[in-house]
């Protein structure tokens, strides 16, 4: 049963350059989640996927950021022009929705860690 | 201020000893979820309550959800050094079936062998 996975695990870029991190989900689920962890916090809501289309955006995801989920499976979150206060570890999650009344978990890959000079 | 609440934030136990951490909102809690973080990895999940009053068990963790749905508490027995590490509870604070977590701050873990 293969997990959560994300790509790269650190990246370390130079201010104003852009990035992109890949996650996989696990296989069949349709949600995918992306939130952003800064040390000492929890983590914070950024966006999410069902299937193929983005639900919610969270105000914390400046037009510098854009996600994309195109075939419904894995996904990529882009960051253009970084700046150093986007230093944080980003982390996503998948689960498999069946409805409002049913259980829903979300299951966490490892993150990718980002740091920008 | 945060919509949930985690206390204490940080903990350091001798092993042996039991401990509690709590998870509190001024909002209706619905599903509320306990991962468990070791720094710099991603978050892996324990349990997961709906149900007010709801309790559930996994080996020496134990999680509640109260009647009100607006605390949840996470007790170990008999803490072991693999318990350390950083616990944080999370949940759809206010409404259902958005699918977005809220988290609390998390608490930081120690057990002294």
């Known amino acids: 049963d293969t997990g959560v996975s994300q790509d790269p695990r650190h990246k370390i870029t130079k201010r104003g350059q852009n990035v992109t991190f890949r996650c996989d989900p696990i296989?069949?689920?349709?949600?995918l989640y992306w939130y952003r962890q800064t040390l000492g916090q929890g983590p914070e809501f950024l966006t999410y996927?069902?299937?193929?289309?983005?639900?919610?955006k969270s105000r914390l995801l400046s037009d510098r950021f854009s996600a994309e989920r195109p075939k419904g499976s894995f996904s990529t979150l882009e960051i253009q022009r970084t700046e150093q206060g986007d230093s944080a570890m980003y982390l996503c999650?998948?689960?498999?929705?069946?409805?409002?009344?049913?259980?829903?978990?979300?299951?966490f890959g490892p993150g990718t860690r980002l740091l920008v000079l | 201020s945060q919509e949930l609440e985690q206390s204490p934030q940080s903990l350091i136990v001798q092993e042996g000893k039991n401990l509690t951490i709590n998870c509190t909102s001024s909002?209706?809690?619905?599903?509320l979820y306990w991962y468990k973080q070791k720094y710099g990895e991603g978050l892996i999940f324990l349990m997961m309550?709906?149900?007010?009053?709801e309790e559930k068990s996994h080996e020496k963790i134990t999680a509640k959800l109260d009647e009100k749905k607006q605390q949840s508490s996470l007790h170990i027995t008999a803490s072991q050094p693999s318990h350390a590490g950083i616990y944080l509870c999370?949940?759809?604070?206010?409404?259902?079936?958005?699918?977005?977590?809220?988290f609390g701050q998390g608490t930081t873990l120690q057990v002294k062998p």
């Open positions: 999650a998948s689960s498999s929705y069946r409805g409002r009344w049913s259980q829903e978990t979300q299951y």
């Open positions: 296989s069949e689920h349709n949600r």
């Open positions: 999370g949940a759809e604070v206010g409404s259902s079936n958005t699918g977005k977590l809220i």
């Open positions: 309550l709906q149900k007010g009053g």
């Open positions: 996927f069902q299937n193929e289309a983005q639900l919610e």
């Open positions: 909002k209706t809690l619905y599903g």
